[in-house]
């Protein structure tokens, strides 16, 4: 039996409060929303009860936050995307951010099993005077728990309409790819964090995100395989490779939290999920 499960949420502020409006089809459901940082920021947390997707599964995530609304939605854990008998699984996120609105798409890590066939795509519409933080982290197998990627693709699709594309599938026989120093060099983890705006953001805000990144990756571990860059004027990335999941999401939330203080002002409250 395969899933096709829907959620859409509405963010919008009322009475100096951000409110989270949902629907919902299927198994995917939103949590209690939370404000461990007051009324002007929404905590959510996104739970599919199954666990995981299998070929012929979809998941159809929407998103809306209306003008000076700020949502915050993570995961209380990882999206998994197993074994296929032919048809693909598809996990698809759709958001628009209003003029002034916030949003911090923060799931945590996505799981490509041996023999999979998925597809994990994210695009995100910011309107003028808009901003967005977010990241994407994924896995190629469990090669620690002796369960490596070694057949199977997974696709990965980070848009901004007209501003940002990043597309790549990863096929698991692609030795190339997942092996050489000119691919992933055997690090089977990656993840790319971002902040975007709708409006073209000035050199000087650019260069703050750049240098505050810099500064974590500069004394991490990882900073060997990670870097910062800007694309465009309208964008920041983060992007690093590891051998497994748990340095990467350090590093990411480490520059989170700088980008947060530096960009929006606001001290970085982590989501009660992520201490459990």
């Known amino acids: 039996m395969t899933w096709h499960a829907k959620l859409d ?4 502020l009322e009475d100096d409060r951000t409110v989270a409006r949902y629907e919902r089809v299927g198994p995917l459901q939103v949590l209690q929303s939370l404000y461990p940082e007051g009324n002007a920021v929404c905590h959510n947390v996104l739970v599919h009860p199954p666990g995981g997707l299998v070929g012929g599964d979809t998941l159809d995530i929407t998103i809306n936050v209306a003008p000076h609304a700020h949502g915050l939605i993570t995961t209380p854990g990882a999206t998994r995307f197993y074994k296929s008998l032919g048809e693909p ?5 759709s958001a628009k951010v209003q003029a002034n609105g916030r949003l911090e798409w923060l799931p945590l890590e996505a799981i490509a099993y041996n023999d999979c066939s998925a597809e994990n795509q994210c695009i995100f519409q910011l309107d003028a005077g808009a901003e967005m933080m977010g990241w994407d982290v994924t896995a190629l197998g469990l090669p620690h728990a002796d369960m490596p990627f070694e057949s199977g693709s997974f696709t990965q699709h980070i848009e901004l309409p007209g501003i940002w594309l990043e597309r790549g599938k990863i096929e ?5 790819l997942l092996n050489s120093p000119i691919g992933l060099a055997g690090q089977r983890c990656m993840g790319s964090l971002f902040f975007a705006s709708g409006s073209a953001l000035q050199r000087d805000r650019v260069a703050l995100a750049l240098a505050a990144a810099r500064m974590v990756l500069d004394t ?5 395989t990670a870097g910062a860059t800007s694309p465009n004027d309208h964008v920041v990335v983060v992007r690093v490779l ?3 999941v748990e340095p990467v999401m350090d590093v990411l939330r480490q520059v989170w ?3 947060r203080q530096d960009l929006w002002q606001l001290k970085a409250v982590a989501p009660r999920i992520w201490a459990m």
Do not use: C, E, N
Request: aromatic share 8%.
């Open 257 to 259: 939290t700088a980008w």
């Open 242 to 244: 590891a051998p497994m």
């Open 89 to 93: 699984a598809l996990q698809r996120t």
């Open 172 to 176: 698991a026989s692609d030795q190339r």
């Open 9 to 12: 949420i509405q963010y919008k």
């Open 220 to 224: 991490h571990a990882l900073k060997g």
